[in-house]
């Protein structure tokens, strides 16, 4: 009698771990979220996490008229130097930790004249942001985002 309530012990300590492991990776679940923005003196492209583990980002791709680039600076006429963009292409992986944010690409905007900020909002507006990514549970995921957004305040050429 004392071998089988051993046994069934052992099984129920075995069925917790299986358990606390399934809440764990739940739990700690990455969130990530293609943030944009443009702000007075501020246009920037952000990969967000908002969940509580890491986000393990494998690749980041921009697409532009179908053509797929590795990094922002292939999809824009800016130079290079004028804007802050970090690429990923050489680099195995990149960590996100909880609430913290990876830049895509990110321009103050506060010495440009209304015309350039509208031309910088334009070439943006194509571009097509897609991130594959994993958690520390190697659950691989994608999410995408386009740039159209930037187009909302465009005007045109009509007006």
């Not at 492991?21 to 492209?45: A, M, W």
């Not at 690749?59 to 690429?87: M, Q, R």
């Not at 609430?99 to 909002?121: G, H, L």
Request: with cysteine; net charge positive; hydrophobic share 40%.
């Amino acid at each position: 009698m004392a071998i089988i309530i051993s046994l069934l012990a052992l099984l129920a300590t075995f069925y917790q771990l299986y358990l606390q492991r399934l809440h764990n990776e739940k739990s700690l679940k990455p969130l990530g979220q293609i943030d944009v923005g443009d702000r007075k003196t501020h246009i920037y492209v952000h990969i967000q996490n908002n969940g509580l583990g890491p986000l393990i980002i494998k690749n980041v791709v921009f697409i532009k008229d179908g053509i797929t680039y590795k990094t922002i600076s292939e999809c824009l006429k800016l130079a290079p130097k004028s804007y802050w963009h970090i690429s990923l292409k050489g680099i195995d992986k990149k960590v996100i930790l909880p609430n913290a944010y990876f830049v895509i690409f990110d321009k103050n905007t506060e010495n440009n004249s209304p015309e350039e900020i509208e031309d910088i909002k334009k070439q943006l507006t194509p571009i097509t942001l897609k991130v594959s990514c994993r958690d520390i549970y190697d659950n691989k995921f994608s999410f995408e985002r386009n740039l159209e957004w930037f187009s909302r305040h465009i005007h045109s050429e009509d007006n």
